[in-house]
């Protein structure tokens, strides 16, 4: 059974029969009552205990409640007072916020309004706690001033960061697409000496073929038609910084030639131009390709894939970061919050759960913008499931094999290999089994409902095609 923690509330009143009433009322609320019948036992109370909320008359025969709400806020000036009084003016009313008080109820009150006033307090100082206690975590698993999670993926790839950022070798980043390549890369950037000059974004997928040599190391006036003036390169615009080349592995083997010259010789040399340019770059380059199965297909330079993986980092797809998902989450929930003017916006723990049985493979930028719009929707400062909009999103339907190995049932558009798919998938079932079953092939047959002899043919298979 979960615990639900109740919330304390002192009465402070010299009616002893308005007293009980609000003893019991209150009770029947599921609150925890305390009352005092002075404001001299208030006093006394309130330096004992710790209350979240008190409702104190403004005459109390000894001492005004005044005079206890400046005390009490002076103790703890996260409680809420809310004031009540059968003699209310303007001024006492005005005087009362003024000191702290969170709202001021004349008597003779009406039940349903002072319920609703004492939830709205006691939700408001919820959420205010709850977003200090998310900015500290926030804070406490945010890297380099831009990176968060606390997975031992990420805890690696830091590591990593501290250790390369002072040399000038060049590194790739390699992981799916929306995993924070470019975070990374700027990481790296503004941890090294070069961090007071430029860091340079080339999106190599971005940039049709016949402008990217001039893009990449520029060109001089009268080149090509429409060539009205020296221009100069991204290469060159990037001397004493880094150059982050994303989607690397998009380039046209003939820019791959001319960038493998850069990279050895550290020299530019702009289309038309007979002058070669020195330059001093660092040079980060990052894919969501397989770039060592791309070499040997014959779609990528094998020396240059060597001249840039010097330093390889993989960036573990969202899936596979454990524990990242519900910081990240409340991260761009008070990032959208605060972009669009509204009050702390917090993710309830079942629209966690729900986030949690997601794939996203669309990884982090996937979750972002799936927060985003969810903050933007949703009515209330909670995020409940029937708030995120999961459901717009493209839900990729995927099967897991082997090490890693995963298959998209939208891939049949494009054709596929079964024979292929359902040996993987068998082989998974299989290597489990036997894991389960401590390598015990007869109770691996028995979980499987298979024959022995059944098993053994396919275990036979299994280890011949490996």
Known sequence: MIKVEKHDILVVDDEISMREFLGVFLTKQGYKVSDAKNGSQALKMIQKNNYDLILSDIRLGDIT???????????NSDTIVIMISAYSTTEIAVEAMNEGAYDFVPKPFDNNELTHTIKKALEIKTLDHEKDRTSTE??????????????????AIYKTIEQISVTKTNVLITGESGTGKELIARAIHENSDRKDNPFVVVNCGGIPDALMESEFFGHVKGSFT????????????????TIFLDEIGELSTFLQVKLL????????????????????????SATNKNLEQEVIEGNFREDLFFRLNVIPIKVPPLRDRKGDLEILSKHFAEKYAKKMGKDFV????YAIDFLNRYSFPGNVRELENLIERSVALSSTNIILPESLTISMHKKRRWIEGI?????????????????????????????????????NKTRAADYLNLSLRSMRYRLEKTESAD
């Open 65 to 75: 409640g005044l005079e206890v709400l400046r005390e009490a806020k002076k103790k």
């Open 138 to 155: 926030l804070q406490d698993n945010m890297y380099f001033n831009r990176i968060i999670g606390k997975s031992p993926g990420m805890l």
């Open 226 to 241: 429409g060539a009205i003036s020296d221009k100069k390169g991204l290469f060159e615009a990037a001397h004493q910084g």
């Open 261 to 284: 010259r850069t990279v050895q010789d550290t020299f530019v040399k702009p289309v038309g131009g007979t002058k070669e340019i020195k330059v001093d770059i660092r040079i980060i």
């Open 346 to 349: 917090k993710l309830s723990s």
């Open 403 to 439: 090490k890693g190995k995963r298959f998209d049932l939208d891939d049949v558009e494009q054709g596929v290999d079964l024979d292929e798919i359902l040996s993987v998938i068998e082989q998974a079932y299989i290597e489990k089994a036997m894991k389960i079953a401590g390598g």
